[in-house]
């Protein structure tokens, strides 16, 4: 058994993941096995870690199964049946966008696996890893939870698959799913069973997802799987209806019917108080990668050793992240208090750097407010914004003096998200989440993102003046989202210059399921007000946004200059200080040939996406089906 010895003298266990750990806690067999996608980092930026601590709390016997062989059910038993249930998540990322890119190709590195090796975790690790659970349980209930089952609760367009899937219940064979925050749902299922109710019979907790035969009239009837997988009018009318109802004060469950059944949604949990999530995050984790891993390296654990988890969920995230109907744009705060106590914890460590990096700033919050659902207009998706809290930095100054207060830290990092649709994230380190244009419904409201990104930007630098260390700007943008056209990646290039800014990361828009952003880019409509948006779903579009907002590198000339051409700013090319590129080397303007081009290049090449039936075979990676 191997234990980790805390300063001052205190002894640190992992959770279990042989027998023989399991033996030297004294136990014969586990009461709930968590499998994950993921190495087991004991650390609660990471999910099944998290759960796995509170479970352990509640007094039941938890073992972790990372990353298991899923080629054969012989490895879900390798500590033994569990007495209560399986509890399943493809890991903290999903396991699609883990093993591949968005052109689809296979990622170079996976950085929740050892050595950073991409395959440990199969393609829709929620449903194979559910089929060897269920092989191998034999009459073990099997639970999902985490972000891949959360978001594929519903019938879903999938990306990978070019077409609309089933509710991801029905394709794991699974008993049910949770979604949202799971800890409090997860330790209230494991009570109910554990007094001897069947997983079949429980229909009324928070957070969960189950099919159901019958229905009764108090639930909110979505269009059918069928409907939604064959028409795209329906899709959007299934995707309005329930976003309407899930950001509403008093949601309703949820019924989709698929075949003879129905999936049933019950409504999130409530968010939790501030003292819960405290105690969430004060348990003991070691902090570190489990030893039967041998000092192996895995990418995210030098990172996570320093990490802070300040804040968890966002008032108003942007379109293309899929944390609004995993979170239900509820913010869960922790007291300064508690982070300052696990920022001293760090600091005595030997090795630290001496810079902690704290994940979600409090941003538009103060410390300790929590998201009210009674006094707040509706979700970042819908057109009626968030307020804009004036003072939205005093919480983080606050913050970034507490933890500087800490002996052995010299800065700190925030990590956080900015969307132009409102105010979101760190103001040091700060990443412009799908900056670069904004969808139709969006411009209609703010007529100039990038001036109220400017004020922004402007505001942090007045207020963090003379701090300790000066602030800076590490711009992370999306490229190909639905509704950014090429005149508005030029115009977020020409800001970020006006600026002094380089591009840092430049990211291709992902569509995960049951995002605002992939509604848009699946039907060709917006689900706000039905009207047409613009789609820039063929790859060499993309490599031109990601060209105009890299113009600086000498191998993208040739791209910018024909884009700029294409949209009529030729007054971008030539010498001046306010041009992005000069002129083509040994030229004063456009070359021979290329004035005729210009009305022609305007038009839109993709308005409303292809059907499945028009891709090719050939290359397409998935063809086994689950």
Not at 24 to 34: A, Q, T, V, Y
Not at 68 to 94: C, M, Q, S
Not at 254 to 279: C, F, H, I, K, R
């Amino acid at each position: 058994m191997t234990i980790f010895k805390q300063k001052g003298g205190g002894t640190l266990y992992p959770l279990p993941v042989t027998t023989a750990e399991m033996h030297f806690r004294g136990w014969g067999e586990i009461d709930i096995l968590i499998v994950t996608g993921d190495s087991y980092i004991d650390h609660p930026f990471m999910e099944a870690a998290l759960v796995g601590r509170v479970l352990e709390r509640e007094g039941f016997r938890v073992g972790v199964l990372p990353q298991p062989d899923w080629k054969t059910a012989e490895a879900f038993v390798a500590l033994g049946r569990p007495r209560l249930f399986y509890l399943i998540t493809a890991g903290n990322a999903d396991s699609m966008a883990a093993n591949y890119t968005p052109s689809r190709t296979r990622q170079k590195e996976d950085p929740y696996s050892i050595r950073g090796a991409v395959g440990l975790r199969p393609d829709r690790a929620s449903i194979v890893y559910a089929h060897r659970a269920r092989e191998a349980g034999r009459g073990v209930p099997v639970v999902l939870f985490g972000l891949e089952a959360s978001l594929r609760r519903l019938a879903h367009f999938d990306y990978w698959d070019d077409r609309v899937r089933r509710p991801v219940l029905f394709d794991a064979k699974a008993d049910m799913v949770l979604h949202g925050p799971p800890e409090k749902t997860a330790a209230l299922l494991a009570k109910r069973i554990q007094a001897g109710e069947r997983i079949g019979a429980i229909k009324d907790l928070f957070g969960t997802a189950f099919k159901q035969k019958k229905i009764s009239g108090d639930f909110l009837q979505l269009p059918s799987c069928g409907e939604v997988s064959a028409c795209r009018q329906s899709f959007l009318q299934s995707f309005s209806r329930h976003a309407e109802n899930y950001f509403s004060a008093s949601p309703q469950p949820v019924a989709q019917p698929v075949g003879d059944w129905y999936l049933v949604e019950n409504p999130s949990p409530p968010p939790a108080e501030m003292e819960t999530v405290d105690s969430f995050y004060e348990l003991p984790y070691t902090r570190r990668p489990h030893p039967l891993y041998k000092g192996e390296r895995i990418p995210i654990a030098p990172v996570l050793e320093e990490t802070i988890v300040a804040v968890r969920g966002c008032p108003a995230p942007p379109a293309v992240c899929p944390s609004a109907f995993h979170f239900r744009s509820m913010m869960e705060v922790r007291s300064l208090d508690s982070i300052k106590k696990e920022a001293e914890r760090i600091a005595s460590e030997p090795g630290f750097s001496g810079q902690p990096s704290v994940v979600g700033g409090y941003a538009a919050r103060k410390p300790g407010g929590l998201f009210d659902l009674e006094k707040e207009t509706g979700g970042c998706w819908s057109l009626r914004k968030w307020p804009r809290k004036e003072g939205h930095l005093v919480s983080q100054l606050e913050l970034r003096e507490v933890l500087e207060s800490v002996a052995g830290v010299e800065a700190v990092h925030f990590c956080g998200v900015y969307n132009p649709d409102s105010i979101v994230g760190g103001s040091w380190r700060t990443s412009f989440s799908g900056s670069p244009g904004a969808a139709l419904p969006v411009k209609s409201e703010l007529k100039n993102p990038s001036d109220f990104l400017f004020s922004f930007v402007s505001c942090c630098e007045t207020r963090l003046v003379g701090k300790r260390s000066e602030p800076y700007l590490i711009p992370a943008l999306v490229v190909g989202r639905p509704g950014v056209e090429t005149a508005d990646v030029v115009e977020m290039a020409l800001f970020l210059r006006k600026r002094k800014l380089k591009a840092d990361k430049v990211m291709e828009f992902l569509p995960v399921p049951l995002s605002l952003a992939t509604a848009r880019f699946f039907t060709g409509l917006d689900p706000l007000s039905g009207l047409p948006v613009y789609v820039p779903a063929r790859t060499s579009e993309r490599k031109v946004h990601r060209a105009i907002l890299k113009h600086y590198e000498p191998e993208n000339y040739e791209r910018v200059r024909r884009a700029l051409i294409a949209v009529r700013r030729r007054d971008l090319i030539g010498k001046g200080a306010e041009a992005l590129i000069d002129f083509p080397s040994g030229t004063s303007a456009v070359a021979p040939g290329e004035r005729g081009q210009e009305r022609g290049n305007l038009r839109r090449s993709v308005t409303l996406r292809k059907g499945p039936q028009g891709r090719t075979g050939s290359n397409f990676p998935f063809r086994k089906r689950w």
